[in-house]
């Protein structure tokens, strides 16, 4: 079966640069949601998309941007990068219906801010 | 506002014993979702089980099952057979069960499952 797709995998970027993330939801998906996740750390919720509208926002910071294009894949854009944004960041989706509403994982993206 | 709660921060059992995870949970909500999820030494988040809180029966996914309170807020994980690759941090997530789409996951702080030959 089909899951979430992120690239890339890892990414290193400098202080001050900036790093744009990819998320390609399951086939279907109509939902997409953003967490990081800091090391020993539980996830955190960043922010979430329905029909390419903000659904949900969690504590994403200013830095951050995200949005939800028409094929429904998502891009999280991060901009003044910190050594405190290094993480793991998942992209989850999701599709309405079902009685479960479940989120799925993607394999997430390990960025490194050096 | 939701808070989930895991007092075991580390675990470990023999392959083929019986372990539980705790959880327990904070909400004044009547209707939510409630899961476990895995994540192995490779970093994937892996759905484990799921539990609506409108059912009364305990979800039961092969060897996982679950122990649900909803009076004690409580939400337990049974991991029955142990097996070497059940070795990971274990999340037990909450979402609140809403007609808006996009609803985040709360998650516990985890509990580090090692099991060992």
């Known amino acids: 079966a089909a899951g979430v797709i992120q690239s890339p995998r890892h990414l290193i970027k400098e202080k001050r640069e900036t790093a744009t993330l990819k998320c390609y939801p399951i086939?279907?998906?109509?939902?997409v949601y953003w967490y990081q996740q800091g090391p020993g750390q539980d996830p955190q919720f960043l922010i979430s998309?329905?029909?390419?509208?903000?659904?949900d926002k969690g504590s994403i910071p200013d830095r951050f941007s995200a949005q939800q294009f028409s094929d429904y894949h998502s891009e999280l854009n991060m901009s003044s990068l910190e050594l405190g944004d290094s993480a793991l960041y998942f992209c989850?989706?999701?599709?309405?219906?079902?009685?479960?509403?479940?989120?799925?994982f993607g394999p997430g993206t390990r960025l490194t801010v050096l | 506002a939701q808070t989930v709660t895991q007092s075991q921060p580390e675990m470990s059992v023999q392959e083929a014993e019986t372990v539980t995870l705790s959880c327990t949970y904070d909400?004044?909500?009547?209707?939510?979702?409630l899961f476990w999820y895995k994540q192995p030494p490779s970093r994937q988040m892996i759905l484990v089980i799921r539990?609506?809180?409108?059912?009364?029966q305990n979800a039961t996914e092969n060897r996982f099952s679950v122990n649900f309170q909803k009076a004690a807020k409580s939400f337990s994980l049974k991991i029955s057979d142990s097996q070497l690759g059940d070795t990971a941090m274990y999340f037990c997530?909450?979402?609140?069960?809403?007609?808006?789409?996009?609803?985040?996951?709360?998650f516990g702080k985890g509990t580090t499952l090692s099991v060992s030959s």
């Open positions: 989850a989706s999701t599709t309405r219906g079902g009685d479960t509403d479940t989120q799925y």
């Open positions: 086939p279907r998906h109509d939902t």
């Open positions: 998309f329905y029909e390419k509208m903000q659904s």
């Open positions: 909400t004044s909500e009547n209707n939510y979702y």
């Open positions: 539990q609506e809180a409108y059912k009364q």
């Open positions: 997530a909450f979402k609140r069960s809403t007609n808006q789409a996009g609803t985040a996951l709360i």
